[in-house]
């Protein structure tokens, strides 16, 4: 049984390639609302509304957590793909002594 990681570097670049996309785009997403709860949080601490500020921090937090897990699940480049591929494997050489 294959885990997942493993099941990825064997699928197709294409398939890779938009798998990364998405997870680009989640991303972007991601920090995208952590600026704008930045934004929000700053306009109403400096007008002394302490819980809008918690509740941004605390979103903020979950995003920032969300993202840290949503790149473990980024594809490994191909040129590392490629390097593994090449390795030659041991050779098992002739112990006999025979010439």
């Known amino acids: ?47 002394d509304n302490f819980y809008f500020a918690l509740t941004t921090f605390i979103g903020s937090l979950i995003l920032s957590l969300a993202s840290f897990w949503l790149l473990r699940y980024l594809p490994d480049p191909l040129k590392t793909r490629e390097k593994r591929k090449k390795t030659p494997k041991k050779e098992v050489s002739d112990v006999s002594g025979e010439t």
């Open 1 to 47: 049984m294959s885990n997942f990681r493993e099941s990825q570097n064997q699928a197709h670049p294409n398939k890779t390639n938009t798998l990364m996309v998405g997870i680009i785009l989640l991303l972007v997403l991601f920090v995208s609302i952590q600026i704008w709860f930045l934004f929000g949080a700053l306009n109403n601490a400096l007008q």
